[in-house]
Every structure is written in C-alpha cells, then in structure tokens.
C-alpha cells in the first residue's frame, strides 16, 4: 500500500541471539578486516577503540555466507574466526513457533523485508496442519516487480448488501489483545501499526484506554463475557464490534487474568477490584440458543446502527452450526479461533486438549456455509496458531477470507515465548505485563515500526506467492485446496 | 448436611525435584557489573553472599527462558543450554514434560497455568491423537473450578441390572461410590516399601477412592484402611482365605493368565464369596481384545469390573496397542450387547497427565487406575532402576505423610482439570463422559474428514 514505509526498527536488545557461535581466538591481531567485510555487521569496532569484537552473532547466516566472496571465516589473515552451531539456539521456542520462526520474525520486524534464507521463515516443526502442506507452485521464474505491484491482497469485512463498506488492504487484522493482559504501550503500538497500514486491532477483554480514541476508526472493541470495561460508549465508538464467546487456547472456560496483573490501573479500567483474579464467565450468562445471540447482535446494532458485528467463537465439533447460526443472528463477521491458539494465561489442559484445531475448523466451516449457500454473505476470518504469511495463505487456501494475528505481533515486539505472561510481574521481555518497571522496555512508536515492518514482510511474502501461484488477488485464492499438497511429497 | 466434596491441598516441597529445564553459564569475561541481578525478575544472578564484589552462581533452576539478562550483558559472557539432567528424564512415553507437570501439580495441588499458545506437537501418539469437544452457546451455565454449578466427578463401581431375571435367586449386587473417577494402585514399579504403600493408601482414603495392594505385600498396619484396599492376587494366589484381608476388604481382584479352565476361576469365586460378600469382583485381563468366550466369562461369573491392564507405556504387552483403542473397543462390545451397564471397565497403564483421564473416560471406561504416576508425584524420575540405595529420588526415605500429601495434591490438580474439561464440554456429571466418544475428535477420522481432498489428490490417503 502507498504511504506505508518500512523503516530499520533495530532491535532494543544489546546482544542479538542466532544459530551460529562466533568467537574470535587469541591470533586476533584486531586488523578490522572482518568489520569491513561482514555484509550482515557481525562484527564492530567501536571508534576510537582498537579492539575488534563480536557485536551481532544473530545477524550471521553461518554456511549460507560461504557462497559470497566475503565470507570472513576464510579471509582473515590469521584464521582466529570460528563459527560453529550454538547450542544456545535450542533453547528458543518449541514445536509450533520453532527458532528459526522466531528470529525469522525478528528480522523481518526490524528489516520489513522478507528473512533469509539460512532461517526457515515460512513453517513451523508442530508435523501436522499448516506445517504439514506446502503450495503447488505454477510458475518458478522470478516475476516482474510490474507483475507484483499489480496484485491485490485487500480484502472486504462486509460481504452483505446493507452496512457499511469496509475493506482492508491486507488480509488480516490484529487480535483480541485486553489491557491487563498487554500493557498499554504495546496496545498503541498495534493502534498506530494497524492506522498506518489501514487495518484494524482489538481492544480484547479489558475497556477502551483513552489513549486509543486517536486511533479509533482502527479499532475493534470487544464484548465478552465478563463485559469487562464495556459501555455504550466504548461500543459507540467501534467500526467493528467482536462478541468474543470463547477462546482457542481455553475453549469453554472462560477467560482469566490472575490477580497479580490487575493492577490499580487494570482494575480502574475494569471497573474491579486491584489484586483480585478476574474471571470471565463462560458462556455468555444471557446467550443460550441462537435467538438470544442475535438478541445480543440486535443491541449492539441499536447503539451503533453502523458497526460491523464479528462473532468470535473457538472450534467445537459443532462448529459449522455455530457460524450459520451467527450469520442468521445477523453477524457479518464469523472469527474462529482455534485451539492452537495464543492467550495470556490458560491452563495448560485446554490449550492442546479441548477443541480441534484451526485447519480442521475452516475446512469444515467454509464447505457448511457453501452447502448452505451463504458463504459468500460472510467473512469468515481465522485465528488460533497462525504465525506466518504462509500460514494466513494456507487458511485462506482451505477457506477463509483472512486471518487473525496476535502471537505474530507480539513477537515482532521481542516476545521469546517463554510462557510467563501470566503471573508475578509478568513478562520480563515488558510485552505482557502491567508492572509499571517493565513496560518501559517498550516505546509505542519503536513497537509500531516493528509491526509495520513485519506486515510489510507478509505482504511482500503474499504479494510473491500469489505470482506464483498464477493469481491476480487474494479473494481468487480462497477455498483453493487444489493448490495445496501433502509437504513430503515433491 | 449435605456437604460438597472437596480435596484439601496443602504445599508439599521436594528439594530433589528442582531439575530446571535450563542452565545458565557465566564465562570468564564477566566483569561483576551485576546487570544481571537487576534485569532477572526470577533471582536466578544475585551477589556471592560472601564476597559482595563478585557475582554468585547462576541459580538456573529458578530460570524461565526469557533471555533477557543473555540480551543485556555488556560482556556477552552469559549463555543458556538445555540442562542435561532435565533432558533425560523420563523416557519417550514420560516425557521430562510431563515428569516435570506431575512434580509441580504434587508440589502445590493446583492446575498449571501458563501464558502463550500451546507449544507441542501438532499431535502425537496415543492419548495425544484426541482431542475433546466443548459447546460454544447453548449449554446451561457452568463456570468450571471457579464456579456456581455443581459438577459431580463420583462413579459407581459394580454391576447395574437391566432388570431383574429371577426373582427367587436374586441378591442385590455390591455397589461402591468413589469421589473421582481415579483409583490408585500401590505397586507402581518395582519400588514397593512400607512407607511408599501407606502414603498410597493413606491418600486414597482421604480422597475417598480404593487403592490395589498385592495381597502378598499386606502388613498389619493396614488394618484400619481395609475397607479402602483393593485386594489383588492371580488366581492361583488366591489361598490363606482366613487371614483377614481376604474377609474384611471391600474390593478383590483376580488376574486371570492368559489361558484359565472357567470351572477353577468359578470355584475361587465361590470361595471367595462365602467368605466375604461384601465385596466387588474384579477380573483383571492383559488381553487387549479379549475373545468372545473370556468375555462371556465375566458375565457368567458375575464379575463386578473389568479392569484392563496395559503396561507403563500404555500399551498392550501383545500387539502394541494402545489403551484407548482396547478400552474403547472393550466398551463397544458390551454396548453392542446391552449389558454395559453391568459391568464397570477401568483401565491401568499408561496414564501419565490429567487430560489422559477424561480422554480414557471419553473412550469408554468408567474410571481409571494410577499406578506410576503416583511414583513421581513421590519424586521418581521413571528412570526404570529400582534399587534402595540407588535411586536418585531417594523414595526409600520418603516419609509417609508428607508423600501422601503429594499423592493428594496430584488428585486435586487432576481433578480439577477434570472439572475443566467436563465444564468446556457442559457435562456436569462425569458419569455422563462415559462412552461419549461423539463429545471427541480422534486424528485419524478428523483427518481424514478434512483434507481427504488433498491427499487423495496426492495419493497419499490411507
């Protein structure tokens, strides 16, 4: 999209992590031969220092260099450079966000520009789902940047005759994301992110900061159970309203901020009490059939006649039931989130064992809602487990319009995934916290760039894909299982 | 007064349970800035006591693998690596994972939870290949753990009559309420001390469940928990019936060997009988797809359970296959013939994490036996070498009270995650779980189900 500029977001961190060890030996005569030469900037000497040192050992892609001309290994006069496998990697990340995805998406926050090659940017190791497809590529010569500029990656969030108009340049959208859960620093950087690149982010369970209004026609709020922060003014000021009724990663059980996070800010917001857990219920207290949803949907649409309505729901058996059921309630947005999904706190039972997975949901809700005859009156948008632009294409490709990203972003911000948003003080990387100490690790407009950068990445990534694929938009993309295939086989 | 059950928790420290997932180096290029004390917010870099100048070792068990104090150090002289001793918990059915959830479920007796996504594989074998339903909207309110509604997780153990054939020769079959769907077994791996023996049952009792004893391993002692014991013997051990247990115990089991004549098992049971008919029958099989002819035994014995044993891994010792898919074929053939419900089928081996409770459940059984699991709630790291002196977890030494406060901590955890997942599902009795195999997605057929089109198109569909 125009106007939308991808700029350095270096990382906030001093020592970078990556895949390679380098270490300099005792030969070392420091001639700053390998300061001038590293195209990646490994190595730094700082001015008026004579010592050489080992300043970014993340930013070196280790074998893959030795195809250039420059690999310093082999240039240095006396053989001190040793690059070999750090053990360290292995511990970053897991089976669904594996190391190589996490720095991949490092780099593309801080570049905005697709990673390289020496790290696996497009799946995860989980062997199953996403990570275990791949495209059935068309056309392998490298297309014309004509050819790339010319396609479209815009989607539409109202597909019905009546409502407004809303289209978004890019197919996804930020998720559900409450202030309690993240800090408000990191919820103005997705504000900013999503205005700049003419998308949209959620408020999540938790009220509205005022800090947002600035960015209100970006912002989607959210009604939950718990109605927490919820009011007519609040809803009056949403482009898209999201009924959340259940959670991925904790499907049924309602949501859950431990009470060290409600801090005398969250709970003002809230309207609660400081230090208190906070529980919303599950389900909806007054929803008990389709009828009463579309009660709900009905109010909402009597205080702000022009608002989008989405339904968030996870991924039941029953699922496909549950998305007619919404689109006859009048909803104009059906989100599924799976059970692979990211949350703030969940007990670990829910996130692997209740609900099936994203991939599942999809497949079963677009061919239901195709059988019905009224797919193509209703976005249907994923979330749950959603990490890369491969992945918003393989949803896509198995039948949704978009996709829901929250984890993504979060990393984008320095998040490693080390699971302990929930309590003490939170997040010690000063994403998921409240603790007034750590959230200054993060300043809203570096944050912002950051996103912006990996967005810019994914549509580049998208853009290319759909070249490949022989496709001029997006929307020719969706429900096209055809062009998908098992990932062992060539 | 009615009273609601409930398990009383209490914390129960193992200091030989602190095996952090990583560890934490520091190199000799550190300075003692001590930039590091002031980013970890988990203690693990502080000053040596002793020598405030110098930093002290790294306490990488406290570590949760954020890496910010690698990130921030001046000298880059700080490292993390997967710790070793960690890494080789367990085995490859009892992951260091799930090692490292029971020690932590045993310590504080509550539900872990943790931020961020699920983090595992998109699936795995066994119990890992099901996942349970939940209902989005129209299911009366439940709230879980923390909620207003009652959910009962008590089964009936015994036979349950269709309806009554003889009027003349009928008795009332026996009949037991245990408060979770979970019995515990005091003979989980070659480790078979007093004390170990007494926590167990001990903590069945409090948590009002039984426990299986070999009767060979029956001492005094446990005179006062006979109505709690499972009284468990093969069939030729099945002799000395005037000592007391055979008498007092509410609950016997047989294992029945592979081959047996019915007229030796019916005589036992005769015997048995006369003496003590109070108590439930259970046959014991290790047969995972028993014939027509064993299972038309139970029946004409009157067997109150069936109990299914697989071993630690959960699996059959012939054939290989897994519980789940014996209990629930187990469970269909008694369906199939309409006496499901006169008989009660639980299932041994295997059980290694909360969910797999419900998930057997699900599959058809009416409860399930924790046997190893009980082991390393004590501290046991399954490394499958049960010597007194060399076992790093130091079981002989345990103290019955304080192991039997983990054993009941690890109830409390699972039972609670039991709430869980039946409050996602809206089943507010978990009796209702039973056989629920509808309220389940299994890999193989949700697979298949979804993306059929694409591997069929490949060629790869099975």
Request: proline share 5%.
């Amino acid at each position: 999209m125009n106007g939308i500029e991808a700029r350095k977001a270096a990382s906030r961190f001093l020592n970078g992590i990556g895949k390679f060890k380098i270490s300099l030996s005792e030969k070392c005569f420091h001639c700053g031969l390998c300061v001038e030469i590293c195209p990646s900037g490994v190595f730094e000497r700082q001015d008026g220092f004579n010592q050489v040192r080992v300043a970014n050992p993340g930013q070196c892609p280790g074998p893959d260099c030795q195809k250039g001309t420059f690999f310093c290994s082999k240039k240095c006069p006396v053989e001190a450079i040793k690059i070999e496998p750090d053990p360290q990697w292995k511990t970053l990340g897991d089976f669904r966000w594996t190391p190589d995805l996490i720095l991949a998406t490092w780099e593309q926050a801080e570049t905005g520009e697709i990673a390289r090659d020496h790290l696996e940017y497009r799946i995860g190791a989980s062997g199953g789902g996403f990570d275990n497809f791949d495209f059935v590529i068309k056309s392998s010569t490298p297309p014309s940047s004509e050819a790339i500029d010319s396609i479209s990656t815009s989607i539409s969030l109202n597909r019905r005759r009546e409502g407004q108009a809303i289209k978004i340049p890019i197919p996804w959208y930020g998720a559900g994301m409450s202030f309690g859960s993240v800090s408000l620093p990191v919820m103005l950087a997705r504000a900013m992110a999503a205005q700049a690149w003419g998308t949209f982010t959620s408020t999540g369970e938790g009220g509205y900061p005022d800090e947002l209004i600035p960015y209100r026609n970006c912002v989607i709020t959210q009604i939950a159970t718990g109605l927490f922060g919820v009011n007519e003014e609040t809803i009056k000021r949403a482009p898209v309203i999201e009924f959340k009724y259940a959670q991925g990663a904790k499907p049924g059980l309602g949501g859950h901020l431990l009470g060290d996070k409600n801090s005398a800010e969250v709970a003002r917001m809230r309207e609660t009490v400081c230090g208190t857990s906070l529980f919303s219920p599950f389900p909806f207290h007054s929803v008990y059939s389709v009828e009463d949803h579309k009660k709900h949907i009905d109010w909402v649409k009597v205080i702000n006649p022009e608002a989008l309505v989405s339904v968030k729901v996870s991924t039941p058996s029953d699922v496909d039931m549950v998305a007619v059921g919404s689109y006859y309630a009048g909803a104009n947005i059906i989100h599924l989130d799976g059970g692979y999904g990211g949350t703030g706190a969940a007990p670990e039972i829910a996130k692997k064992n209740i609900a099936m997975p994203i991939e599942y949901a999809i497949t079963k809700v677009h061919r239901f809602l195709l059988q019905e005859g009224v797919r193509d009156e209703i976005v249907l948008m994923a979330s749950g487990g959603i990490r890369t632009a491969y992945d918003i294409a393989k949803s896509i490709a198995l039948g949704a319009d978009g996709a829901v990203i929250g984890t993504g972003e979060l990393v984008a911000l320095g998040c490693v995934r080390c699971t302990n948003c929930e309590s003490g003080r939170g997040c010690p990387r000063g994403i998921a916290t409240t603790d007034p100490e750590l959230e200054k690790q993060i300043s809203p407009a570096w944050a912002a760039q950051r996103i912006i950068n990996l967005y810019a990445s994914w549509q580049k990534q998208l853009k290319l894909l759909l070249c490949r694929l022989e496709l001029n938009d997006i929307t020719e993309l969706r429900g096209r299982t055809d062009l998908l295939r098992p990932i062992d086989e060539k | 007064m009615y009273k609601r059950y409930q398990i009383e928790t209490s914390p129960a420290r193992l200091s030989l349970t602190t095996i952090g997932k990583f560890k934490i180096t520091r190199d000799n290029k550190c300075l003692n800035c001590g930039r590091c004390t002031n980013l970890c917010i988990y203690d693990v870099h502080k000053r040596d006591a002793e020598d405030l100048r110098k930093m002290a070792e790294p306490a990488s068990h406290l570590c949760k693998n954020c890496f910010s104090c690698i990130q921030n150090c001046p000298q880059q002289s700080l490292r993390m690596v997967k710790n070793e001793e960690y890494e080789n918990l367990g085995n490859s059915y009892w992951t260091p994972e799930m090692i490292h959830t029971i020690w932590s479920e045993a310590e504080e007796g509550k539900i872990p939870v943790f931020g961020a996504g699920y983090r595992g594989p998109f699936k795995g074998p066994g119990f890992d290949e099901i996942w349970t339903d939940m209902s989005e909207i129209v299911r009366p309110t439940r709230d879980g753990i923390h909620g207003r509604e009652y959910i009962a997780t008590s089964v009936d153990l015994g036979r349950k009559l269709s309806w009554i054939a003889d009027f003349e020769k009928f008795c009332f079959p026996n009949f037991y309420e245990i408060q979770i769907p979970m019995l515990l077994d005091t003979a989980p791996l070659g480790f078979n001390s007093k004390n170990l023996i007494l926590a167990i049952i001990q903590a069945g009792r409090e948590i009002e469940t039984f426990s299986f004893l070999d009767v060979e391993n029956y001492f005094d002692e446990l005179e006062p928990f006979l109505g709690s014991i499972v009284l468990r013997a093969t069939l030729e051990g099945i002799a000395d019936l005037d000592r007391t247990p055979w008498r007092e115990v509410n609950f016997i089991e047989i294992i029945l060997p592979n081959k047996f004549r019915a007229s030796q098992l019916e005589r036992k049971l005769e015997e048995l009988r006369s003496l003590n008919r109070k108590a439930l029958i259970s046959l014991a099989l290790e047969d995972p797809f028993p014939s027509e002819e064993i299972l038309k035994q139970f029946q004409e014995q009157r067997a109150d359970v069936l109990n299914f044993y697989a071993n630690i891994r959960g699996r059959s010792s012939e054939g290989n296959i897994f519980i789940s898919d014996s209990i629930r074929k187990l469970h269909l053939d008694f369906v199939k013939k309409s006496i499901r419900d006169e008989i009660t089928i639980i299932g041994k081996g295997g059980i290694a994490a909360a969910e797999h409770v419900p998930k057997l459940i699900i599959c058809g059984a009416d409860a399930v036996v924790l046997d190893l699991a009980l082991l390393v709630a004590m501290g046991c790291r399954v490394c499958r070498d049960c010597r007194a002196k060399s076992c790093p977890a130091e079981l002989e030494k345990l103290v019955p009270e304080f192991a039997k406060q983990r054993i009941v901590n690890l109830a409390c955890a699972w039972r609670d995650q039991l709430l869980e997942v039946l409050s996602a599902m809206g089943i507010r009795d978990v009796r209702r779980l039973r056989g629920e195999a509808g309220r389940a997605m299994f890999y193989d057929e949700i697979e298949k189900e979804s993306f059929e089109f694409i591997f069929k198109k490949s060629g790869l569909s099975q």
